[in-house]
């Protein structure tokens, strides 16, 4: 918010509880649910996979169609597609001083060769930790006024929150977060998105969401094991999927990782727990290897990962 009020407006994803020192979280404190309680009457949103149906072209003669094919494959004007990045870390204001109420934090990614050089917007993990009140941050493109919104909310003093948020870039390829109250910060980036000249490459194939994984009919993940995760055949062209990762019935304080299979695990996190047996949920874009993501969590417990789109 502009002027104060202990919540904002949420900007892109409603935010929940984290904890311990990792990031992210739309979550919520219900349990969830297991296999076999999603309502199967439900029927799965039509695909819009053919160009051709996608723009409304009725098929004619197949020069007419293959016309129709072409058209329909160019991205617009403006068009962006998004672009997987392996998992890192660009901000940690622990390792100085705390910011204050109303600081500005600027976070420069000038620097980060790991973006595509004309990067217009990032995909991030904001998180906020050794928070003083309860506030709010917001994140925006640098350069430009703050806007009436919020991406990250904290109820109360001492607590680790997280968000995914997608910022575009602004002033000196830079986005600012402004901090209501007094917070560290840190921010991680999972992606980015770039000018697009077709309709195809880059783009979001949602689907019906589907539960890939679910420790407690199995095992749950012990502290610091890395398990990997098959997301099934239509994910192996995929560069990386879009899931719902619910930590429940964790030991204690800790936090969830998710990044490519084959990839070193890197030095980020995706879901924050605030204490024992706390359940807690997070929306991820997560790089793939053949259709394959790897988890991990800071303590032992359960997770639940569930595809909303590749």
Do not use: C, K
Request: aromatic fraction near 2%; glycine fraction near 10%.
């Amino acid at each position: 918010m502009a002027n104060g009020g202990r919540l904002g407006r949420i900007a892109v994803v409603a935010v929940t509880a984290g904890a311990a020192l990792g990031l992210l979280a739309a979550a919520s404190t219900r349990s969830v649910p297991r296999v076999g309680t999603v309502d199967e009457t439900r029927r799965p949103t039509p695909s819009l996979d053919d160009p051709a149906r996608a723009a409304g072209a009725v098929p004619a003669a197949p020069r007419a169609a293959a016309a129709s094919t072409a058209a329909a494959s160019t991205a617009p004007a403006g068009s962006t597609r998004f672009v997987g990045v392996a998992p890192h870390r660009v901000l940690d204001t622990r390792a100085a001083a705390r910011p204050g109420d109303g600081a500005a934090v600027p976070v420069d990614l000038a620097g980060d060769g790991a973006l595509p050089a004309a990067v217009t917007a990032v995909v991030v993990n904001l998180s906020v930790t050794d928070t003083v009140a309860p506030g709010f941050l917001t994140a925006w493109p640098a350069g430009r006024d703050r806007p009436l919104a919020s991406n990250v909310n904290v109820d109360r003093a001492g607590q680790t929150v997280a968000n995914l948020a997608v910022v575009p870039l602004g002033t000196g390829r830079s986005i600012d977060v402004y901090l209501q109250r007094g917070a560290h910060l840190v921010v991680d980036v999972l992606g980015a998105f770039e000018p697009a000249t077709t309709a195809r490459a880059g783009r979001l194939v949602a689907g019906r969401p589907r539960r890939v994984l679910d420790t407690r009919e199995t095992q749950p993940l012990a502290a610091g094991e890395v398990r990997l995760v098959d997301l099934g055949d239509a994910a192996r062209s995929a560069s990386a999927a879009v899931v719902n990762l619910t930590a429940t019935e964790q030991a204690g304080p800790g936090f969830v990782t998710a990044w490519a299979a084959g990839d070193a695990r890197p030095a980020t996190s995706n879901v924050n727990v605030d204490g024992a047996d706390q359940t807690v949920a997070n929306l991820a874009v997560v790089p793939l290897h053949d259709g394959r993501m790897a988890v991990s969590s800071l303590v032992a417990g359960h997770l639940v990962v569930d595809v909303a789109g590749l």
